[in-house]
Every structure is written in structure tokens, then in C-alpha cells.
């Protein structure tokens, strides 16, 4: 394949597979959703770059699948640098920063409650 195609074809691959990841994680099945969310980001950070709007939209949508996965290890890091990109690049007061600062909160919410054992055991009536 020539050079000149390699770009809009790996853009174009991207956009296919954005949509479908999509569909995926809204039916529920995250094991298809996940390495199309890997995928689209990887093709977008190569051929948009690392800050781009469209790749920082695959970063929050993938760190969202890992998350619905239970995969905080993984949601977490990519939450906080998806919020830190889009500080710089959007502003603080953009409605996709805003999102950002939501979705890192509830994940650390989330990181923190798997973190503390359950109280619920010893609190029950016997």
C-alpha cells in the first residue's frame, strides 16, 4: 500500500470501528467493545495525534468501557490524562472537560469502594 493511502486509510478504519464499538458496549457486550475502543485509539493517536478532540474522545470512551468492565486499574489513568488533555486543549469549563472531571470522580469513587472491605457481613442481624 503506498504512503499517501496509509493515512486515510487508517483514518477511515477508525472511523468504522468507533461506531461499532459503540454498539457493542450498548448492548452490553464489552468483550467486543473493548478491542474496538483499543483499536480506534490507537489508529486515531497515530494519525490525529495525541490531543486531537476525536482522540481524546476514543481515550474517555475506552477508559468508560474499561470501567463498565470493572477494570478500574486500567479506567483510572486513562480518566485522568483523558481530563488533563482536555483541560489544556479545551479549557477547564468545556462541557467535554466537565464530563472528564465527572467520569474521573465516579471511577475513583468506584477504585475506592472495591479498595475497602465490606462491612455489610458483620453488620447483619444473626
Avoid: I
Avoid at 470512551?61 to 477494570?71: I, M, P, R, T, V
Wanted: charged share 20%.
Amino acid at each position: 500500500m503506498s504512503a499517501a493511502l496509509v493515512g486515510p486509510c487508517l483514518r477511515g478504519m477508525a472511523v468504522l470501528a468507533f461506531p461499532l464499538a459503540v454498539a457493542y458496549e450498548s448492548a452490553g457486550d464489552l468483550e467486543r467493545a473493548v478491542p474496538l475502543y483499543e483499536t480506534t485509539l490507537a489508529r486515531r493517536e497515530h494519525v490525529l495525534g495525541e490531543t486531537h478532540p476525536d482522540t481524546l474522545t476514543s481515550r474517555s470512551n475506552l477508559a468508560g468501557a474499561y470501567e463498565s468492565a470493572g477494570d478500574l486499574e486500567r479506567a483510572v489513568p486513562l480518566y485522568e490524562t483523558t481530563l488533563a488533555q482536555r483541560e489544556r486543549v479545551l479549557g477547564d469549563t468545556h462541557p467535554h472537560t466537565l464530563a472528564s472531571r465527572d467520569n474521573l470522580a465516579h471511577a475513583r469513587r468506584a477504585a475506592q469502594a472495591v479498595q475497602q472491605p465490606s462491612t455489610k457481613a458483620w453488620k447483619r442481624p444473626v
